[in-house]
C-alpha cells in the first residue's frame, strides 16, 4: 500500500468488471490498477450478485444471449478469482472482497444472499435496492412509470422504496447502505418531493441503518449522472447524522475512468455538511476492521 495514501480515501463499492457484468467494460485487474493509480487506501470489489430467474434479466444481457446459468456461473468465477488478485495487489492496495445484493426475488433474496456470503466467504455485502415489487427503479423510464403505476403514484413509490431498504437492511444487516436515495435518479424527472410522508419512510430506513450499524455510502455516481451530487442528497446526510449514522464513499465504478471519480469532490461535500469523519472498513493482518477516520 503506498504509504502516502490518505487513510479516509476508501471506496467500499465499486469494482465491477467487464468479465462479471455486462454493463462494465473494464477488466478486474484493470481496475485494481486503476484503484493504485487513484492512490486509494483501501479499495472494495462488489460485484453485482446474479439474478436467479430469467424475467429479471437486463436487456443487454439478452441481447448478448446471457441466461441465468451464465450469471451464476460468472459470480462463482468472480468470487474464486477476487482472493488472488486480492493478495496479488496486497503490497500496494488493501482490496476487499464483497458483493453487491439484489433485492429479487421478493420471497427468496434473504436466503440467496446469506449462502452467497457463507458459500464465498466474502468479506461484507453491499446493501442495494434496484428493484420495488420486482419492477427494476433503476433501468429504463418506462420500468419506472410502471413501478409508478404499480404503487399507485410517485410519492407511493418513494414510500415501498424506502420501506424495501428497512426491509433489506433489517433482514440482510450490510455492512455498507449503497445509494440511499436511488429512487431520485428517476423520480426527479416524474415529480418526487421530499414530503414529509416520504421524509418519515427514509426515517424508518435510517432507523434500520442505525439499528444494525450499518454504513451509509456517499455514491460519487450522482455526480456522473447529472444529478448535481451524489446519493444521497444533503436532507438526507444531516438526517443520518443527526442520528448518529456512519458515512463511508463509493465509487461505483464500472470501468477503469470511474475509478476514483468524484471522491474528492465527495470529501468537500461531506465536510460542507459539517461531516467530519468516515467509518470505514479496511484489513488488518487478516482481519476485517472497522475504523473511524477523519477527513481532515
Request: hydrophobic content about 40%; proline content about 4%.
Amino acid at each position: 500500500m503506498p504509504v502516502d495514501a490518505p487513510r479516509w480515501k476508501v471506496s467500499l463499492h465499486g469494482g465491477h468488471s467487464r468479465e462479471y457484468c455486462d454493463h462494465a467494460s473494464s477488466t478486474l485487474r484493470e481496475m485494481l490498477e486503476a484503484a493504485v493509480e487513484a492512490g486509494y487506501h483501501t479499495f472494495g470489489v462488489t460485484e453485482h450478485a446474479p439474478r436467479v430467474e430469467a424475467r429479471f434479466l437486463y436487456p443487454n444481457e439478452i441481447a448478448m444471449g446471457w441466461d441465468v446459468p451464465k450469471l451464476l456461473a460468472d459470480f462463482e468465477r468472480y468470487a474464486q478469482t477476487l482472493p488472488t488478485l486480492a493478495e496479488e495487489f496486497a503490497d500496494r492496495l488493501i482490496v476487499l472482497r464483497g458483493f453487491e445484493i439484489e433485492v429479487v426475488p421478493a420471497d427468496s433474496y434473504v436466503s440467496l444472499m446469506q449462502d452467497y456470503r457463507r458459500r464465498y466467504a466474502f468479506e461484507y455485502i453491499v446493501g442495494s435496492v434496484h428493484y420495488v415489487r420486482e419492477i427494476s427503479i433503476d433501468g429504463s423510464a418506462e420500468d419506472f412509470q410502471t413501478a409508478i403505476d404499480t404503487c399507485g403514484g410517485i410519492e407511493p413509490l418513494a414510500v415501498s422504496y424506502y420501506q424495501t431498504v428497512a426491509e433489506m437492511v433489517t433482514a440482510l444487516r450490510p455492512e455498507v447502505v449503497a445509494h440511499l436515495d436511488l429512487i431520485k435518479l428517476h423520480g426527479r424527472h416524474f415529480g418526487l418531493q421530499e414530503t414529509d410522508t416520504v421524509r418519515r419512510a427514509a426515517e424508518e430506513a435510517l432507523e434500520a441503518v442505525r439499528a444494525t450499524r450499518g454504513i451509509v455510502e456517499v455514491n460519487t455516481a450522482g455526480y456522473r449522472k447529472g444529478l448535481g451530487e451524489p446519493y444521497p442528497a444533503p436532507w438526507l446526510v444531516q438526517l443520518a447524522q443527526r442520528m448518529g449514522v456512519g458515512f463511508c464513499l463509493g465509487d461505483d465504478s464500472h470501468r477503469v475512468e470511474q475509478v476514483g471519480f468524484g471522491i474528492e469532490q465527495a470529501r468537500e461535500y461531506l465536510l460542507q455538511q459539517g461531516v467530519r469523519a468516515l467509518t470505514v472498513l479496511t484489513r488488518e493482518g487478516n482481519n476485517l476492521c472497522r475504523q473511524e477516520v477523519p477527513l481532515e
